[in-house]
């Protein structure tokens, strides 16, 4: 899942929250106005950039090329191993619901 789509997320459970709060109290006269939820929003992506920017810095910071290549070797050999395993689970499993002939 990439970050945008988890604020999104977010921000989409937030609403909902405030929505859900907010029918369950008595109807108010006064309507909340539309510039504070711009402001909150605001305010939340400019904080969420923030510290986008902070992880990228810190990221680039401590990035170590042979622990790098060392990770992308250890994902390539394990994916391969999970589906080798997999394949055998596979035949397995369809030679239980077959039966014997």
Do not use: H, N
Not at 71 to 92: E, H, N, P, V, W
């Amino acid at each position: 899942m990439g970050t945008r789509f988890l604020l999104a997320l977010c921000l989409i459970l937030l609403v909902l929250g405030f929505e859900v709060q907010g029918a369950q109290l008595p109807q108010q006269d006064e309507r909340p106005s539309p510039a504070l939820l711009s402001q909150v929003q605001e305010s939340l992506s400019s904080y969420w950039e923030s510290a986008k920017a902070a992880a990228q810095k810190l990221y680039e910071k401590t990035y170590l090329p042979a622990v790098d290549e060392k990770l992308r070797d250890l994902y390539s050999k394990s994916t391969a191993a999970m589906s080798t395993y997999t394949g055998i689970f596979t035949d397995q499993v369809l030679s239980v619901l077959k039966g014997e002939e």
